[in-house]
């Protein structure tokens, strides 16, 4: 709960343990996602240009976390007055995602469009870690808390006047357990992890809120932002376990239409490529 800077560049400016760990968390996405690419054995090319498009995609998610947040004080203060302030993580994940896809669609080669299901499997993972540290700086920022409680799980916030739930703290255990689920996914080569991060959090953060006792605005009445956001997210994990069934029973030729939404490159050129590798496998057995 240290809001005073750890590391100062002039009397007004510095970095709080908030930043510290905010900057730790983007960089260890990067470092999951290149562990993860050669635990998947990616094409170089296509983990170059996905690691450029994340780095983008973070920066972009940075802005719509902002964003988000402050459209949702507009809504909740009348649409009296705008003010650029605050972040909000689900806010956050839709920006970052929407910028992905779009930088994806606009300039990935076919080379790289092969490699979209493997990075598919890999990213969530990358960002649950992240997403888990980020919320450990939250707790030393004292903000993302919950509501008043007399337990002894409850913590005393400087800024507040009673204990209250450290729902941050909660989320972070919760993210990295999925993290070792992601992960466990990924070496065992389970198609699922994109499906599961997005089931498994959105049901997650719908039940948490309930337990935060910070104001957020909101987007849909009844609802807080992030359980509307989460709503969404079940919809889209729902869709995504569809998907991956499809992908294990249609036949190839249907599969051959539709290439990046079925498989990670085509049937014909996945043919082609494990008779190459059965050709080198004779030879070499020579």
Known sequence: MHQDYV???SKDSGLALYDIFLIFACL????IFDWFSKLRRMDPAANKFFYILGLVSIIAGAFSAMLFQSVYNWIASGFAEFEFRGMTFMGGLAGGAIAFILGYNLFAKPEVRREFWKLAEIAPACVAFAHGVGRIGCFFGGCCYGVETDSFLGVQFPHL???VHPTMLYEAAFLFALFGLLYYFTKKDIRYSLAAYC???SVFRFLIEFLRGDPRG???PT???SQALSVLLLLIGAGLLVLNRLRSTM???VKGILPVLFECQPAAEAGSAGAEKQADGDGSDK
């Open 7 to 9: 590391i100062r560049f």
């Open 28 to 31: 260890s996405a990067l470092v």
């Open 161 to 163: 006047p009673n204990p």
């Open 199 to 201: 089931i498994g959090y």
């Open 218 to 220: 909101e987007l849909v």
């Open 223 to 225: 609802l807080s932002p």
């Open 251 to 253: 036949p190839d030729k």
